[in-house]
């Protein structure tokens, strides 16, 4: 009797839905598919961020070597005035984009007035960035990034005016960061929805693959990230909470760890991963905040939103603050929502 049994058994792998592992492109591409009314402007946008992003890092990379050559925004060996990292990073920025036409206007942490790139008043779109956020921690090799947003325009009668730029954060329609740190990670969200994803660089093949895929950062964390030596010049509700974070007590997980870098990307990164709070609060020396609302602020608030965490002054929800000029600064408090939420009722005088 033939005996029926396959050789080798070959069962089909389980259907996967996860995604881990396609390029960024393709991640983009798929997005766009999943739009039958789309353009494809915002796709071509997202990938000259991507293209900037691979350009930016083979700067980064070289930083080091770049500064023994004397390349650091003085006289290089061959007599010539060469640009700092972050004026470099800026300008790919502002090329890749201008390379479109989609993009109507920039606006940069590292320019006073907002750039226009394209003359055309129907161009859809204006991106915020910080091309080069942390740059006193390039010379000293510590992890640095990029910060960006993408806002729609509402009028076409005319060429972008600053007026496009100064939305609140909660009508961005993607944001997200590039962090140079042990490899290059390109993190992406268009929102809640669509979810919060994380794309490692190969520099072998110079594409960034789906490594993290839909972050959600942790409820509640173990450390806090703040400047301490501010301890000062903080508010008595900040050191009052900052007390509270170091006492013990095993029911609530305290003391907390401290970690602070200094790179926002790098702090802010750490914890959407692994949950906590980050907080750079108001202080006599800077009223207002340090960090900037449009390029710092505003694109960090949008992706903890979407991925469960929260983002505040403070006292107020970070998007929905409506800018009045472009490079207003802003207290600003990052994290898991349950570490926000105490932030918050100190402030409050709560606790
Ligand atoms: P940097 O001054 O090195 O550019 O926004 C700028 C920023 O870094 C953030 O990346 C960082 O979180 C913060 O400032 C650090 O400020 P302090 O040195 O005052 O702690």
Redesign the pocket.
């Known amino acids: 009797m033939a005996d029926d049994t396959p050789l080798v058994s070959w069962k089909s792998p389980p259907l996967s839905t996860s995604r881990v592992g396609i390029t960024l492109e393709t991640y983009i591409l798929e997005g766009m598919m999943g739009h039958p009314a789309a353009t494809g402007a915002f796709t071509s946008l997202l990938n000259q961020v991507g293209l900037a992003a691979k350009l930016i890092t083979s700067k980064v990379r070289r930083a080091g070597l770049a500064n023994v050559l004397g390349y650091t925004g003085q006289t290089n060996v061959q007599g010539e005035e060469v640009q700092k990292l972050d004026e470099v990073a800026n300008e790919t920025l502002i090329q890749a984009l201008g390379r479109r036409s989609h993009c109507a206007a920039i606006a940069s942490e590292e320019v006073d007035e907002i750039v226009l790139l394209q003359k055309d008043p129907r161009a859809p779109y204006v991106m915020v960035f910080?091309p080069l956020?942390?740059?006193?921690?390039i010379d000293v090799n510590i992890s640095i990034g990029t910060i960006f947003g993408i806002l729609r325009r509402h009028e076409h009668e005319h060429v972008a005016t600053e007026q496009d730029f100064l939305l609140p954060g909660k009508d961005l329609l993607a944001a997200g960061y590039v962090l140079y740190g042990s490899s290059t990670l390109l993190v992406l969200t268009t929102g809640a929805k669509s979810g919060v994803h994380g794309f490692t660089y190969d520099p072998t093949v110079g594409e960034f693959f789906l490594s993290h895929e839909s972050i959600r950062i942790p409820d509640k964390g173990k450390t806090y990230s703040i400047?301490e030596g501010?301890c000062a010049l903080w508010t008595e509700p900040v050191r009052r909470w900052n007390a509270w974070i170091k006492e013990e007590d095993k029911t609530t997980g305290r003391p907390y760890g401290q970690r602070?870098v200094?790179?926002?990307?790098a702090?802010a990164h750490r914890t959407l991963l692994k949950g906590g709070i980050f907080a750079?609060p108001s202080d006599t020396k800077s009223p207002d905040g340090?960090?900037?609302l449009l390029y710092?602020a505003n694109p960090f608030a949008f992706v903890f939103e979407a991925a469960g965490g929260k983002a505040t002054t403070g006292t107020d929800r970070i998007l929905d603050i409506v800018p009045q000029k472009l490079h207003q600064r802003t207290p600003l408090v990052l994290g898991s929502s349950r570490d926000v939420d105490v932030f918050e009722q100190f402030m409050r005088g709560e606790r």
């Not at 956020?133 to 921690?137: E, Q, T």
């Not at 200094?262 to 990307?265: E, K, M, N, W």
């Open positions: 910080d956020d942390g740059s006193s921690n400047n501010n602070y200094g790179s926002l990307v702090d750079y340090k960090l900037r710092e």
